[in-house]
């Protein structure tokens, strides 16, 4: 149909659906960039669409919780005779009675507003939660955008370097050539590469790996292209460490103990009684005339000591439970936090002394070693240790950077971002 359609169409007809495949090919391969990945994980990542349905199902639970329960529709007879000879009859005996009414529960107005109150304190927990989620979510992505990124630019790193042992390789033939070196040398230098190409395939397994956490949270379109650098997450915000209460994780768990102290007041206004009121119609034969009938209906709590005691009891240790799980999450978020920065700081120096000193030093060298074994005055074995020494340190620093950047995200989704 496609081919026909084309025939059709003539040259016009194919470069249009040239263009068209060229659109639809570009669109598929959009490149992941870091705000990208981000945006990708809040929308569809499981967890947090989850967490959503878990905020919504408490939203729809807030209005029914302190509503008076369904009424009740009475149907019956009273005082039918079953024995002598009105037995089964419905009209013949005047205390006969067919009756329909209706019963309300009303439980009383303490614990509906204690409903209520669980209620509400349910959709705040579940909404901290998911926020939490959210920020998590993120942290994980930006984690796992900046493993991917940084594989790669080890790939691009060896990439490089194989182009500087090819040159190295080459020059070492001319150098056998005009018998100024020995082919054992040549011989030493394919050994230095086949190590390179095992390290090179450890890092293409890396960026796999990467790849396959950052699918985790992005989906399929962790398969494209990154595009863009790291961002510059800054963690200059004023009191950090005062504001440390306002972290997602802390206001989910004092959430979490304002749930406990709703389930506690719920637990407590079951002390007081409900009541309940029932009216009936009583429709009895003509000749005797109809009835009505009204009751009220009373809770009798005289055993609360085995009763409502324990429960209540129960509810105050989960108080206490909630409270103290509240407080161990705040010391280790205040630890991770200043153990957190102070390791970013160390990262820092050692990454500038990286930059600054180690890979010129190492650079120099290797510019050294060459020149000194293209003059006849140095062996081949000091220019690939020279070299390897500067690959490493090109390495390295790499991995500083991966360090660096993925505390500094941490630190940021967890205490920055959460702020605001």
């Known amino acids: 149909m496609s081919a026909f359609l084309i025939a059709r169409c003539g040259c016009s007809g194919v470069l249009v659906v040239v263009l068209w495949v060229s659109f639809f090919l570009t669109a598929q391969a959009e490149p992941l960039t870091f705000a990208r990945a981000q945006a990708l994980a809040e929308r569809s990542a499981p967890e947090n669409l989850a967490r959503q349905a878990q905020v919504e199902s408490a939203q729809q639970a807030v209005l029914p919780s302190d509503a008076l329960p369904d009424p009740k529709l009475i149907l019956g007879v009273d005082n039918l005779p079953i024995e002598g000879p009105d037995r089964y009859s419905l009209n013949r005996d005047f205390m006969t009675m067919r009756r329909i009414g209706l019963m309300q529960e009303v439980p009383n107005s303490h614990k509906r507003q204690a409903r209520r109150q669980l209620a509400e304190a349910t959709v705040t927990r579940a909404e901290a939660e998911q926020r939490a989620m959210v920020l998590e979510t993120k942290r994980q992505t930006a984690l796992s955008w900046l493993d991917v990124y940084y594989a790669e630019r080890r790939v691009e790193l060896f990439s490089q370097l194989d182009k500087q042992i090819t040159l190295l390789r080459s020059a070492v033939q001319a150098l056998i050539a005009g018998s100024s070196a020995r082919s054992s040398e040549l011989l030493q230098a394919d050994q230095d590469a086949l ?33 863009g650098t790291p961002p510059v997450l800054s963690l200059e915000v004023p009191h950090l460490q005062h504001r440390l209460g306002e972290h997602p994780d802390l206001r989910a768990a004092a959430a979490r103990v304002g749930e406990a102290n709703a389930e506690l007041a ?15 119609y009583n429709n009895r034969d003509n000749q005797f005339g109809d009835m009505v009938m009204l009751q009220f209906t009373f809770d009798l709590p005289m055993f609360v000591g085995t009763r409502q005691g324990p429960k209540i009891n129960a509810k105050q240790h989960s108080v206490a439970q909630v409270e103290a799980e509240q407080e161990v999450l705040r010391r280790t978020h205040q630890a991770e936090l200043e153990s957190g920065l102070a390791e970013l700081e160390q990262l820092r120096k050692t990454l500038n002394r990286t930059e600054q000193h180690l890979i010129p030093l190492s650079s120099k060298r290797v510019d050294l070693e060459l020149a000194a074994y293209k003059a006849g005055n140095g062996q081949l074995a000091a220019v690939i240790n020279a070299r390897r020494d500067l690959i490493e340190a090109q390495l390295r620093k790499i991995e500083q950077q991966r360090q660096l950047t993925q505390l500094s995200a941490s630190l940021y989704y967890a205490y920055v971002e959460g702020l605001k």
Do not use: C, N
């Not at 960026?207 to 379109?221: P, S, Y």
């Not at 719920?266 to 009936?280: N, T």
């Open 266 to 280: 719920e637990a407590v206004s079951e002390k007081k009684p409900d009541w309940g009121v029932e009216f009936a």
């Open 195 to 227: 190590t390179l190409e095992d390290r090179r395939d450890e890092l293409d397994r890396d960026v796999a790996i990467a790849r396959a956490t950052l699918r985790r949270w992005v989906g399929d379109d962790a398969s494209q292209p990154l595009a």
